[in-house]
């Protein structure tokens, strides 16, 4: 683990405090130009006005996230950030639009596992798998490793599906050919990595495996005068895709987001069951769940356990209301309404609100998720009228399942322009998330002057002594470098918050993917417990908050710790103490190891013991620790409470386990 203090804290501060003056005390302040970010989208041919997306990381692995932005079959912007302020580098990084229709989504990651983030670009036509150079240009290989489907792509998402190692990507396809509001919609893919040095890298494999995304056209909906094409074969609209491992088996699900699905086909739930150990399969679950009732319009799929009840939710934007989708034991209920996170229609004009990019993240660090919901125009028939200068919301979360809106005037991010993606970030690695919102520049529905924007968190959301906060970022070695799919459990004061790394939940965005945690007045992080795609599991012991860290997944496990054990008599004796340690790397390491005591939970240290040992490729040993005392120092100790931790690191991997009981 390595820790990274905030050294460019007063730096960017310093940055950013022009736009912080200029808006008072506003939840948010929009910082575009200052930090020189500034971008306007423009759609190409047939994508509608759907795109567009923008994607936060690190380009040249400095330190620091950059900014990429769509700019659909125009051109694109490339923002190389230097210390916290931007400079668009986009002509000499080799992304270009596509040469035929436009371009509506980006999916950030690093596939080849070489330490660069790549990206996809999803397009009206042959996608672009852009492979990052190193040297800050990029080059489409999407032909030359099998991503030659030629559909109109809106989204994607980046996982581990069949847990070899490496990612593999699932590519929500939308309408095939047009016929409203019945269009027949073009099945999905799921790019198989080969992880082989021959052509094709990838393989789509969403046909075999049942999860393309296809059906059929049921009977027409009533009370409207459009006849379905029953029985004729189609696929769902998508728009929105999330891999999350919904049910916590170690294997990455997919929840798939249909548009029109009242008229096409509903949302999609398929269960991987790679872990049932036959080979990758997967289950359609979508009815069993609920997950495919109340079909309609769906632009964005997000996760969070919004409740703390120790599952995952869902929010899922429309063409009207909203859902939020609460689990109550693996069946959701939509709770939208009652929530009070609808944002369903416009209280002025009356007319339907269109919504695409969500956000869940805790805005203000008080411990609960709160909301951010992307509003904006799309054209559509007279029976789906929506508001032409609709407003971004923010949801802040009351800790009881329902959520408050911030007043437009206090938002600071409320602006009215043609929304689609969200793009999240801590941009000063102060705590308090900050977001890129695309605006739609298409002459159909944008006005002069409508651009997109970035908002910085001004904190003023935050409660002093009650905004604590952590950001873990990452770095696989066993699996994914990047670590996608890794699942996080945060515990302190009697509070767990649950987190993954995805790629992506968010409408034709990639957000960062350092995991922010809220912790409200928590000061630390009593455990965080890791688990790695590939089956590592890690855990970190007494996590000051306030701070960045860099996790690499370790190559030595402290796979358990015994409670002490007291060996003597009346003259005296020993207190042994074992650590199970396992290395599970292919290179013998020499591995320092230091046994901590301290007297009561999280009480005051009382003895640090350093060892080193050497473990040989795959080796488990145990490793004991014996403490001499006199018979009046173990009877002095009797009735206390030892709390005993080991902490073991090789290279820059780090592991930990902590055991409290009495002492014996």
Request: glycine share 12%.
């Amino acid at each position: 683990m390595i820790f990274h203090p905030n050294s460019k804290a007063a730096l960017l501060a310093a940055t950013f405090a022009l736009s912080s003056l200029a808006h008072g005390q506003t939840a948010y302040s929009e910082a575009t130009d200052v930090a020189g970010v500034g971008f306007v989208h423009f759609d190409g041919a047939f994508a509608y006005s759907m795109g567009g997306g923008a994607a936060w990381f690190d380009m040249d692995l400095d330190g620091d996230e950059d900014l990429f932005t769509l700019g659909s079959a125009s051109r694109h912007g490339m923002f190389q950030n230097n210390g916290g302020l931007f400079t668009d580098i986009v002509q000499s990084t080799g992304l270009t639009p596509t040469g035929s229709g436009s371009t509506v989504g980006v999916a950030g990651a690093d596939f080849n596992n070489d330490g660069l983030t790549d990206l996809l670009l999803c397009n009206t036509g042959p996608n672009q798998l852009y492979q990052n150079n190193g040297n800050s240009t990029f080059t489409d290989v999407a032909q030359g490793v099998g991503m030659t489907g030629a559909a109109w792509s809106a989204c994607a998402s980046w996982a581990d599906f069949d847990l070899d190692g490496d990612l593999d990507v699932y590519v929500g396809n939308y309408v095939k050919a047009l016929s409203f509001p019945y269009h027949i919609g073009d099945p999905n893919n799921l790019y198989i990595n080969t992880a082989t040095a021959a052509a094709p890298l990838f393989v789509d494999q969403a046909v075999a495996l049942g999860v393309d995304n296809a059906g059929a056209f049921g009977p027409s909906v009533p009370g409207f005068p459009y006849i379905a094409p029953t029985g004729q074969v189609t696929a769902g609209c998508t728009l929105s895709v999330c891999t999350l491992d919904e049910d916590e088996d170690g294997d990455p699900d997919l929840l798939v987001g249909n548009d029109f699905g009242q008229w096409v086909l509903p949302n999609a739930f398929y269960r991987n069951d790679v872990d049932l150990g036959a080979g990758l399969a997967f289950s359609d679950i979508s009815s069993a769940t609920g997950f495919d009732q109340s079909a309609h319009y769906n632009m964005g799929i997000n996760p969070a356990d919004f409740d703390h009840d120790g599952d995952w939710d869902f929010y899922l934007s429309n063409l009207g209301e909203n859902r939020l989708f609460r689990n109550d034991a693996g069946v959701y209920t939509d709770v939208a309404g009652q929530a009070g996170v609808l944002d369903g229609v416009h209280p002025v004009s009356g007319d339907l609100i269109s919504s695409w990019g969500t956000s869940f993240g805790d805005m203000n660090n008080d411990g609960w998720e709160d909301l951010v919901v992307v509003n904006g125009w799309i054209p559509a028939a007279l029976f789906i009228t929506n508001e032409k200068r609709a407003v971004n919301h923010l949801f802040l979360n009351n800790h009881d399942g329902t959520f408050t809106p911030i007043a437009e005037a206090a938002s600071g991010m409320a602006d009215d322009m043609v929304g689609r993606g969200i793009a999240v970030t801590d941009l000063e690695k102060d705590g308090f998330l900050d977001h890129y919102v695309m605006n739609n520049g298409a002459s159909s529905v944008a006005l002069t002057g409508d651009r997109c924007r970035f908002y910085k968190n001004e904190g003023t959301l935050a409660t002093p002594g009650a905004a604590n906060w952590l950001e873990l970022h990452l770095v696989g070695r066993f699996g994914n470098i990047s670590g996608l799919g890794a699942r996080i459990d945060l515990t302190a004061g009697g509070t767990t918050w649950k987190r993954q790394v995805l790629g992506d939940p968010v409408f034709a965005s990639s957000s960062s993917r350092t995991a922010h945690f809220g912790m409200g007045a928590e000061k630390v992080a009593e455990l965080v417990a890791i688990d790695w795609s590939r089956g590592t599991h890690q855990e970190l012991v007494g996590i000051p908050a306030g701070n960045y860290f860099e996790v690499i997944e370790p190559s030595v496990l402290v796979d358990s710790i015994d409670a002490p054990v007291w060996s003597g008599g009346t003259s005296g004796g020993t207190y042994l103490m074992r650590a199970h340690l396992r290395n599970q790397d292919s290179l013998a390491l020499t591995t320092d190891i230091i046994f901590n005591l301290h007297l009561g939970k999280s009480g005051p240290l009382v003895l640090s013991i350093p060892m080193q040992v050497t473990l040989q490729p795959g080796e488990q040993r145990d490793v004991d620790l014996v403490l001499p005392a006199t018979a009046a120092l173990h009877a002095a100790l009797q009735g206390l409470t030892i709390d005993e931790r080991v902490y073991v690191g090789a290279g820059s991997g780090f592991d930990s386990r902590q055991v409290i009981v009495p002492i014996p």
